[in-house]
């Protein structure tokens, strides 16, 4: 499981710098349609970072949720 969330997190990396460039990118140009463009690519970006965040929390919960059966059946 770690080596999965490890795994996880490092693909987050790529939509989170995009949002970063983006962000930036559109900060440097500062015209209307530099700035609606960079908002635009940083809502996909973002949605992307949800989507990710939303399988590693998911995986988390059935994790926790093994752990706590498994202790009641040892009877812990």
Do not use: N, Y
Not at 22 to 40: F, I, K, P, T, Y
């Amino acid at each position: 499981m770690l080596q999965e969330m490890e795994s996880r997190l490092h693909d987050l990396c790529q939509p989170l710098t995009t949002l970063q460039c983006r962000l930036e990118l559109g900060q440097l140009c500062g015209d209307e349609v530099s700035l609606m463009e960079a908002v635009e690519g940083a809502l996909v970006e973002t949605a992307k970072l949800f989507q990710g965040i939303g399988m590693m929390r998911e995986r988390l919960v059935r994790e926790i949720g093994r752990a706590v059966g498994r202790a009641e059946a040892d009877g812990d």
